[in-house]
């Protein structure tokens, strides 16, 4: 098996997984501030399981942009012939734009919900 094509797979597979991640810890710090007002009981238990959730998602972020650059370096020209790639590679830019944008937004309102 040829180590540089494992390489670029396990990759794409810690970029993909820690994009989850980040999506489900944002969903999740969603539900425990939501909870944290319905249950004051247990809002400190549930405060510190919500900087939990942002702290990884940070490190989420860290590993998504870690493996997106090295994705770069393993982009494969003209796959698709010449036409389709400078379509491709303009659609690849403003996909990473908006979801920058999101990553962005996703990550202030979490601070804001975490830290309240």
Known sequence: MNLKKTAIVLNGFIHDFATGYWLSAMISIVYL??????????????????????????GAMVLIFAT????????VNNFFGADVEKTRRKMLVIKHVLLVAI?????YMAYVLTFH
């Not at 944290?36 to 405060?47: H, I, K, N, T």
């Open 33 to 58: 501030h939501h909870f944290q007002s319905q249950y004051p009981a247990v809002a400190d238990l549930l405060g510190h399981i919500e900087r939990f959730f942002f702290w990884s998602s940070i």
């Open 68 to 75: 997106g650059g090295a994705r770069t370096f393993t982009y």
């Open 103 to 107: 990553a962005a937004a996703g990550g």
